[in-house]
């Protein structure tokens, strides 16, 4: 049968390395967010990353755009940037549905 062992001893040092923890774990996390949302980082995104700031179903509707002349592309080497100032404008025309708008904001 295991002994009692008086916590209360011990109690600010288990304090101190959960608080560390916690502190560590959302550096982490918020690291891991800046990455996701760096779109600020480039003012021309890909055309995945288009299709996410645009919160479309698949990166089909942005090619659809381009295809329409919607919204125009810029070619980099073998790569597709479109204008993140472009599909800002976008969605101020209001060409995106309220509800996209508001999670894309």
Excluded: H, N, W
Excluded at 80 to 88: C, D, G, K, P
Aim: a positive charge.
């Amino acid at each position: 049968m295991p002994v009692p062992v008086q916590l209360t001893l011990f109690e600010p040092v288990f304090e101190a390395i959960v608080d560390a923890a916690a502190e560590r774990a959302t550096e982490r996390v918020l690291e891991q967010l800046a990455g996701q949302l760096s779109f600020g980082a480039s003012p021309y995104l890909t055309v995945p990353e288009a299709a996410d700031y645009l919160r479309a179903p698949s990166r089909q509707r942005v090619d659809d755009l381009l295809t329409a002349g919607k919204l125009s592309r810029v070619k980099e080497g073998g790569r597709t940037l479109i204008r993140r100032a472009e599909l800002e404008a976008y969605i101020e025309r209001g060409s995106v549905s309220p509800a996209r708008r508001r999670r894309a904001a």
